[in-house]
């Protein structure tokens, strides 16, 4: 029987060794809706000159590996991708508020311990240990492992993870308080401060009455502009929504956008501010190499499996236009094909993640263009495109690409807005700086975020097209780097 397109998927595995199938591999299947990569043979025929005109032979002169896979946008599935998208040598963070376990003591013959990433820590105080003397020895116990470095002053325990393979993730723990007799244990006290991983669960924030303003002593040295947090509250549920930092310059509070209508708060004291993982574009070199698998599945039996070496996430399209669900493309580059009729030795597959569509209604939390008012109707459409500009390598004797590495980074932008003042075209024509902010959210309540600090718009275009038609305004923007904070594009992801 004939194969179809209903009997295929699309998988992937992250390389231990770049262009090398794992032993034992375990494979990811992510939902698609067309594409994949491809096997591009290059070849030349023979040039002899013939009395005939006829041509003798042909060879094969290159191979390589590119393609675009098309995908309706979810977080679950495509939240890594997009991770290693960003080429800044991390994974996606698994974190959790209040990962912290801490077991209770007697009056000096209990423990007092604190689960970091599933590694627990113990020690023994004695009764008349204080607060910093049980931190020091606490903090002592975390050193003499290899998972963990902390540090403490005062009580304030600050440890330094290495989990996921990585280095630098900052975690304040609270200091101790009192418990039963005389001896204390690590807890979190209302408006206590978690920071795990690229993220952090800060709580006990105060919101000022229909204002962007989020208040609470040192806030502004635990968050960056840029940040797209979800901001909640157990006492006014209006609060809840997510949000971008846009300001962290004065003592003690943050502003953020969009802001909270008058009304629709009381001043709160106790907002919850949540970020699980960001990432900025970077030029780290230990760029993710992942092994594609297609798998072709022919009725009523049969297997056959492509399996293409050594590939770079290249590019990511998100597109988004009303009436639609959100949707994209994501483009790989890679080494070499392989092909199988059965599974590879010690092979796992994953199935899907479950996961709900994000469409272009309830899914666009919001878009920000800083400084352009675009009135009560804005966005028509919005196509963000991100290109790491991966190029291969190609060596004699070699069949395939030998090695990859990504050239300068592209984050362009289409957009059709309406027509309502001259704010858009003031920006294209006076060649102005303007931020924009992408807030995706799921039913689920898992939200990503996208801020691209300082852009500038390439064209622009007012056209009439037609009678009886709303004026629109399509243009088209590129992100640059922004002067003062460094980076073109960063990534926001909001675990629910």
Known sequence: MVATTNNTDISYSREVVAGIINTNPVFKTIPTTGGSPTN???????????????????????????????????????????????????????????????????????????????????????????????ATALTAEINSGSTHVASNAAGVITITSVYSGVAG????????????????????????VDQVQNGYSIIGVT??????????AGIEGLVEVGDVFYMSSATNPDNDM???????????????????????????????????????????????????????APCPSGQY??????????????????????????????????????????????????????????SVAAINIEGVNLGTC???????????????????????????????????????????????????INSTGFGVTLILQDPDGNVIGMNMPYCKFESLDVAISSNDSFLTQSGSFRALMDPDLGYTFKLSLIDA
């Open 305 to 362: 499996d492509f399996f293409y070496k050594g590939c770079s996430i290249n590019t990511m399209n998100w597109s988004l236009s009303t009436g639609s669900i959100l949707n994209g493309t994501f483009g790989v580059m890679g080494y070499k094909e392989q092909v199988e009729t059965s599974n590879l030795p010690g092979m796992t597959v994953i199935d899907v993640t479950p996961y709900t569509i994000m469409n272009s209604i309830s």
């Open 378 to 428: 804005k966005f028509t459409s919005m196509d963000l495109t991100y290109d790491n500009q991966v190029n291969l390598a190609k060596s004699l004797g070699i069949e395939g690409a030998c090695d990859s590495a990504s050239f300068s980074l592209m984050v362009t932008g289409n957009v059709e807005v309406y027509f309502a003042n001259l704010d858009v075209y003031n920006a294209f």
């Open 40 to 134: 591009n043979i290059t070849t030349a025929v023979s040039e002899v000159i013939r009395s005939d005109r006829q041509t003798t032979d042909l060879t094969k002169t290159d191979v390589d590996i590119n393609g675009d896979i098309n995908y309706e946008l979810d977080y679950p599935n495509y939240a890594p991708l997009m991770v290693s998208l960003m080429q800044d040598g991390t994974v996606q963070a698994e974190f959790s508020v209040g990962s912290f376990l801490v077991t209770g003591t007697a009056a000096g013959d209990g423990i007092v311990g604190l689960s970091i990433d599933a590694v627990q820590y113990d020690i023994t105080p004695t009764a008349s240990d204080t607060a910093t003397v049980m």
């Open 242 to 296: 997510a949000r971008v930092i846009t300001d962290v310059s004065v003592p003690d509070q943050i502003s953020f956008s969009p802001v909270v209508p008058v009304g629709t708060t009381d001043g709160s004291t106790d907002i919850v501010m949540k970020l699980t993982d960001k990432h900025t574009n970077s030029s780290d070199c230990d760029v993710d190499k992942y092994t594609i698998r297609k798998r072709v």
């Open 169 to 192: 993730d900052s975690v304040v723990f609270t200091d101790a308080t009192t418990d039963t007799g005389t001896t204390g244990v690590p807890t979190q006290p209302t408006g206590g």
């Open 207 to 216: 919101i000022n009455t229909g204002s962007s303003l989020l208040t609470k």
